[in-house]
């Protein structure tokens, strides 16, 4: 038996280990709506969001005082955020930024009476890594905020950070599952997007794309020069991101936007749309475009 027959066996005549497998990396949609279990994912949003901050505020630190390169100093964040995506994307989602949050439950997709929770915890972790920060570095390079780079002005860092969100946020919405961000491919896909917007824009507008990260620097150091910048900038990205995802996969909040965001965009095919959703509420991987009704692809054993 050749090792591509042995993944299929173990697949079709062993799906509850397949399916644990998978809850590892994806989570339980279940535990993810569960009211009982919001401290968790809340706790889970401040850590990631401390960690992110860490990474991509102390590199700035570093990248300041000549210590690392600039192109150390961008990348990091997104590797972080990588990390962050497998290890706890399945419990919050992995928002870690007031934008994507709010831009998923725009979409119909995470209820707006969780909103105010996360953006708190995420300004809360962005705050506890610039404190961290601060006890070992000192207060020196404005502990690592995002602002205009020398030679721009703020409005061109605006719109910088205006069409960086909305390439963010874009590759959020097409990855995610619902709200969130979970799996190898949206892990890749959105860590690699931070890396590549920080490689080339980060002397234009330090690549933020992210209140929350700008917010902890700026309320530690004292100073929330061109701070709009990094609020304004990110929100008006994200709700063009939104407007986005509605021309290319519908209005969200409903099974067919969610079987869409996973590739199968067949219209009319609505039974195998409908099935999709439910596999991916349930937890299952469904790979983009494959058609779950098909023999041997975890469907019937």
């Known amino acids: 038996m050749t090792t591509t027959q042995e993944h299929t066996t173990l697949t079709v005549h062993d799906p509850q280990r397949a399916s644990h497998l998978l809850m590892l990396e994806f989570g339980d949609r279940k535990d993810f709506d569960d009211p009982k ?42 590797l972080m955020v990588l990390g962050i995506i497998l290890f706890m994307g399945g419990i919050s989602g992995a928002h ?26 995420q300004l809360v972790g962005a705050t506890l890594a610039c404190l961290f920060l601060l006890a070992v570095f000192g207060n020196i390079q404005h502990l690592g905020a995002t602002l205009p780079g020398p030679g721009y002005k703020d ?29 190898a491919i949206g892990a890749l896909g959105v860590g690699g997007y931070i890396a590549l917007a920080g490689l080339w824009s980060a002397p234009v507008s330090g690549t933020s794309m992210n209140p929350a990260r700008s917010f902890g620097p700026a309320l530690v150091s004292g100073d929330w020069t061109a701070y709009w910048v990094y609020v304004a900038g990110p929100l008006l990205g994200a709700a ?25 965009l067949d219209p009319g ?26 023999p041997g692809k975890d469907s019937e054993p």
């Open 37 to 78: 279990l919001e401290y968790r994912r809340l706790f889970s949003e401040l850590l990631g969001t401390f960690f992110l901050v860490l990474v991509a505020a102390g590199g700035g630190i570093l990248h300041g005082e000549g210590q690392i390169s600039l192109a150390a100093a961008v990348v990091a964040p997104g």
């Open 96 to 121: 870690l930024n007031p934008a994507v949050s709010l831009a998923f439950a725009v979409r119909g997709d995470f209820p707006w009476k969780r909103v105010p929770g996360y953006i708190i915890v």
């Open 155 to 183: 409005w061109q860092a605006f719109l910088m950070e205006v069409v960086l969100t909305a390439g963010l946020l874009s590759v959020i919405l097409g990855t995610a599952s619902a709200a969130q961000n979970v799996g």
């Open 240 to 264: 063009i991101a939104v407007g986005c995802a509605v021309i290319l996969r519908g209005r969200g909040g409903d099974p067919i936007a969610h079987a869409a965001g996973s590739g199968v």
């Open 269 to 294: 095919d609505l039974e195998q749309k409908a099935k999709l959703s439910k596999d991916i509420d349930a937890g299952k991987l469904v790979p983009p475009g494959l058609d779950p009704t098909s």
